[in-house]
């Protein structure tokens, strides 16, 4: 059974940092992109940030552009998402998703496999 369990998420204060984590089992990790999708209540869910099969290509939202930082281990089956600068507006519960093949599209339609979500919650 596919499985995707992210942590790392938690209540900071603007300006500081997180890093999610997002831990895979189940499927051959090193064959799939995998997308980080952001949601906040009565929101649409929202494209954040992908990294390709391959790790050699990245995507990012233009809101979060030069903030943060995808990167993927395949030897622990693990995604990062490095989020420095944080802002109230990131304020969402963060997914990951998985994309065979996937060359970090920004589409969630394009993501076979979704976690649960880990909240990240920023104060001013």
């Known amino acids: 059974q596919v499985q995707l369990v992210e942590s790392g998420g938690g209540l900071v204060q603007a300006g500081g940092s997180l890093r999610l984590s997002c831990a895979a089992s189940?499927?051959?990790?090193?064959?799939?992109?995998m997308g980080w999708f952001r949601q906040a209540p009565g929101k649409e869910r929202e494209f954040v940030a992908s990294?390709?099969?391959?790790?050699?290509?990245?995507s990012y939202a233009d809101s979060v552009k030069g903030r943060f930082t995808i990167s993927r281990d395949n030897a622990k089956n693990t995604v990062y998402l490095q989020m420095n600068s944080l802002k109230p507006e990131d304020t969402a519960v963060y997914c990951c998703?998985?994309?065979?093949?996937?060359?970090?599209?920004?589409?969630?339609?394009?993501?076979?496999?979704w976690g649960q979500g880990t909240q990240v919650t920023v104060s001013a």
């Open positions: 990294i390709s099969w391959t790790g050699g290509s990245t």
């Open positions: 189940g499927l051959t990790f090193s064959s799939y992109a």
């Open positions: 998703a998985a994309d065979l093949y996937g060359k970090a599209s920004a589409n969630l339609f394009e993501y076979n496999y």
